[in-house]
């Protein structure tokens, strides 16, 4: 038990897939997972543990934000010795060229937020994918003739601003997209030495306000979860 999730030791598989919504874990786990458990619902963030093609693997939810993401990566690499974290969540665009459904393989994470540096003390404001599941994505991507796109992406604290401008970082960073807790996931994993990768569907155009409907949501994210369960059945062979 650690202080934000319930599970016991062992009851969580090496490799982890991080949705930021809690139900969406359960849909993952009740559509694509076989001898699924519920391992810990603290907070009604739940987290089940089940195995994909005969791959063990647990998909737990993140909640919003670098703050929430940052305690339950943390305490799954540091105390249920967890090798592996795959954010799966949903992006905003910042360029029509980006469409909505597009999948996008995180490469850098971009942010203002000062996770890394109070945390870690990491001066940086991008922070890599780490360790090896962005190649193994990338290839299974190739394998299942998947296309994605990679690149990097803004890791936002703010989803409603006064000014509609782009943000200095992204024209830095070239960032194709936006979402909020990919910075402090491979923050944590670069301390640790441990794995993390993100993938992210578009869920909306910013510039042109295109929006998938509800319904749209939930079977165009199938193609992203199950590039990302693959992946991570490719990764279990690997830790
Ligand atoms: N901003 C931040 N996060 C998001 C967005 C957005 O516009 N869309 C989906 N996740």
Redesign the pocket.
């Known amino acids: 038990m650690s202080i934000h999730i319930s599970a016991e030791p062992g009851e969580i598989a090496p490799v982890v897939l991080m949705p930021g919504d809690p139900l969406r874990a359960k849909y993952i786990a009740d559509k694509m997972l076989e001898e699924v458990v519920l391992v810990s619902s603290t907070r009604n963030a739940f987290f089940f543990s089940g195995l994909y093609k005969g791959a063990p693997v647990t998909v737990g939810a993140s909640g919003m934000g670098c703050p929430s993401i940052g305690i339950y990566s943390y305490e799954l690499y540091t105390q249920y010795n967890v090798e592996c974290i795959m954010r799966i969540g ?3 665009s910042y360029m029509p060229s980006v469409k909505l459904y597009d999948v996008i393989n995180v490469d850098k994470a971009c942010s203002e937020s000062t996770y890394a540096k109070y945390a870690f003390d990491f001066e940086k404001n991008s922070i890599s994918h780490q360790g090896k599941a962005y190649d193994i994505i990338n290839e299974t991507a190739l394998l299942q003739h998947v296309d994605i796109r990679k690149g990097n992406i803004h890791s ?1 604290d703010i ?1 409603y601003r006064a000014t509609s401008g782009m943000p200095e970082i992204v024209i830095e960073h070239n960032c194709m997209a ?3 807790e990919a910075f402090a996931l491979f923050a944590n994993a670069q301390y640790l030495h441990k794995t993390a990768a993100c993938l992210l569907t578009v ?2 155009v ?1 510039p042109t306000h295109e929006k998938m409907s509800i319904d749209q949501r939930e079977r165009s994210l199938d193609k992203m979860i199950t590039l990302a369960l693959e992946s991570a059945m490719r990764m279990h062979a690997m830790v």
């Open positions: 949903t992006c905003g936002s989803f936006v979402e909020m869920s909306d910013i």
